[in-house]
């Protein structure tokens, strides 16, 4: 993604009802389900999704779209740090570039 898709994505939580999200079923008495996809921070209601697997989708996607943000900063930052310490002539410092690289490799694994 580039750095202004991820701007206006942060636009776009900071003008959201802060989470976290949640999905409420509602079984009906006509025999149809729906979820009620709400904040828990002053039930700012948004919409009825009739689909469990969307309905569980919605609210992880907006429940962890901070963290991803944060973690995609932090794993640029560490990307051009590597980067600049590769490009140095000095041995110690590429030694460096690759234990960090190993350990960004590793972020995917749970390590």
Not at 18 to 43: F, K, N, V
């Amino acid at each position: 993604m580039t750095d202004q898709e991820i701007a206006r994505l942060r636009d776009l939580v900071g003008k959201a009802t802060p989470g976290p999200w949640t999905s409420e079923r509602q079984d009906e008495e006509d025999g149809s389900i729906y979820h009620a996809i709400h904040s828990r921070l002053g039930y700012a209601f948004v919409t009825n999704v009739e689909d469990d697997a969307n309905a569980a989708y919605i609210v992880a996607a907006c429940n962890a779209m901070p963290r991803l943000e944060a973690e995609r900063a932090e794993l640029v930052a560490a990307l051009r740090h590597l980067v600049s310490m590769a490009e140095t002539r000095d041995d110690g410092a590429r030694e460096d570039a690759l234990c960090t690289a190993r350990a960004l490799a590793k972020l995917g694994e749970g390590a």
